[in-house]
């Protein structure tokens, strides 16, 4: 009897050590599954931080590199210069400032300074000649500062139809003759050429254009009392191209966008016959007589009051020479743009 109780107590004693050990076994196991559960835990914690932070550097550096501005840049003013300035703002909103709206539009030089000198009126004013005494005297009567930028060189071109094959090359006195009414006929210049009557087109008083031929072309002198004149260049290269007989003028930068329309006359100042080009266009260049720069007129109010004002007239200042030749507009010297740049800079300091 005893030895069989002291079999049981030996055989319980032997399932109890057995059962601990198996308890003992899964509990490290389960440790360890845990530890590695932390570990997989802490090292995704860490690289979502990572993640968070790189993203936030990210966006610190998109905003500390350039400025969002929000709003809008009004401009009106020349149409000769418009092939310029709205290629210039379709840049500006689309790699610059997408969120800013630049409005380009094209009255007129006179027209448009006419829109600018107003309380609350337009941001810039594209000009194809220099602001007025009177223009200016208005401004300073208004308190508004006005800023001239100069953007490009403008080359004056004289355009015939293109199945006209006898007045290709013209002096500037047969030019003259022509547009003061001196001659009727094309006869009337050469005897070789045909006895029809002159037509002659241009654009309107709205214009820069006309302003330059008339006071320097021209010297001041009346246009012939039957020219036509247009508000739009697009009617113009339409008139020009549908009669024989036509001549008319306007800015190289049209001439240049429909060379398949209509011709451009060389010009002879004494040294034979030039054709206008970006390479003869130039204050001196072989076609000085007939270059002009073009401008554009700031608002300085504006700029100081408005980020995206100043901010596009900087752009302006560092950008106009890269879209000039595209758009039939001679560039004018770094150094005069550096000049520039640095005038507007200061505005703002």
């Known amino acids: 009897m005893n030895k069989l109780k002291m079999l049981m107590l030996v055989l319980v004693a032997f399932l109890t050590v057995g059962l601990l050990a198996a308890c003992g076994g899964g509990s490290e196991e389960q440790t360890e599954g845990n530890a590695s559960e932390g570990e997989d835990s802490a090292e995704q914690t860490n690289e979502d931080a ?14 500390e590199g350039s400025e969002e501005l929000e709003g809008s840049v009004v401009i009106d003013g020349s149409g000769t210069v418009f092939p310029l300035m709205s290629r210039l703002a379709e840049e500006y909103m689309l790699n610059e400032q997408p969120n800013v709206s630049v409005e380009v539009s094209r009255a007129g030089t006179s027209a448009g300074f006419e829109k600018f000198l107003v309380e609350d009126g ?9 602001i007025k005494e009177e223009e200016q005297a208005k401004a300073e009567e208004l308190g508004i500062e006005v800023k001239e930028m100069k953007v490009a060189l403008d080359g004056l071109t004289i355009v015939i139809n293109p199945e ?9 006195e047969q030019v003259t003759d022509i547009f003061l009414g001196n001659v009727t006929n094309w006869s009337d210049i050469n005897p070789d050429w045909p006895n029809e009557k002159i037509q002659t087109y241009g654009p309107n008083e709205n214009h820069g254009t006309y302003e330059f ?6 010297e001041e002198q009346d246009l012939v009392g039957d020219i036509n004149l247009q508000q739009e260049y697009s009617t113009l290269v339409t008139l020009v191209a ?5 001549i008319g003028f306007f ?20 040294e034979g016959a030039v054709v206008p080009s970006l390479d003869t266009i130039g204050e001196e260049g072989p076609y000085a007589n007939y270059t002009r720069p073009v401008f554009t007129y700031l608002n300085v109010n504006h700029a100081q009051e408005k980020p ?3 901010d596009y007239a900087v752009y302006v200042a560092e950008s106009i020479n890269e879209f000039a030749g595209e758009t039939g507009f001679a560039p004018i010297p770094d150094e005069e743009l550096q000049t520039q740049l640095e ?4 505005i703002q300091q």
């Open 308 to 310: 995206q004002v100043y």
């Open 122 to 130: 337009t941001d810039f004013n594209d000009a194809s000649r220099p």
């Open 164 to 172: 006209n094959d006898w007045a290709t090359e013209l002096t500037h």
């Open 343 to 346: 005038e507007i800079q200061a």
């Open 242 to 246: 549908e009669d024989t007989n036509a």
């Open 213 to 218: 031929f008339y006071e320097e072309i021209l």
């Open 50 to 63: 990572a993640e968070d932070t790189s993203a936030e550097n990210t966006e610190e550096e998109t905003t």
């Open 251 to 270: 800015g190289f930068g049209y001439f240049d966008s429909n060379k398949d329309k209509v011709s451009a006359v060389g010009i002879d100042f004494g």
